[in-house]
């Protein structure tokens, strides 16, 4: 069974950097982070493929990227960051795509328990 855990949330001020990971206990070919605020649904913020070809959300383009860390370990460097960007941050992983585009939530059969960002103005 995959396992999926977060970790590197926290609180920080507009205009600072936090770093997300993302560790799986086997490799994914495709992972994702996704993030969701309060009374908004799950967004797509950036995705890999298995040939670490990045996909961004317009929103985090030019301040998010999205490096492996290992073969099971995916992080998410914010730089820049917004008050709009508070939210739930959640890691997805999957072998395929089904068909889906990465920002598609039915693409990931994997979750984990997400972790919090809030940035504050």
């Known amino acids: 069974q995959v396992k999926l855990v977060e970790s590197g949330g926290g609180s920080v001020q507009a205009g600072g950097s936090l770093r997300l990971s993302c560790t799986s206990n086997?490799?994914?070919?495709?992972m994702a982070w996704f993030r969701q605020a309060p009374g908004k649904e799950r967004e797509g913020v950036a995705g890999?493929?298995?040939?670490?070809?990045s996909s961004y959300a317009d929103s985090v383009k030019g301040r998010f990227t999205i490096p492996r860390g290992g073969r099971n370990v995916l992080h998410l460097q914010m730089n820049g960051l917004v008050s709009e960007d508070t939210a739930m941050y959640y890691c997805?992983?999957?072998?395929?795509?089904?068909?889906?585009?990465?920002?598609?939530?039915?693409?990931?059969?994997?979750w984990g328990q997400g972790t919090q960002v809030i940035v504050s103005s």
């Open positions: 997805a992983a999957d072998w395929h795509l089904g068909g889906h585009l990465w920002n598609n939530t039915q693409a990931y059969d994997r």
């Open positions: 890999i493929d298995s040939r670490d070809r």
């Open positions: 086997q490799y994914n070919g495709y």
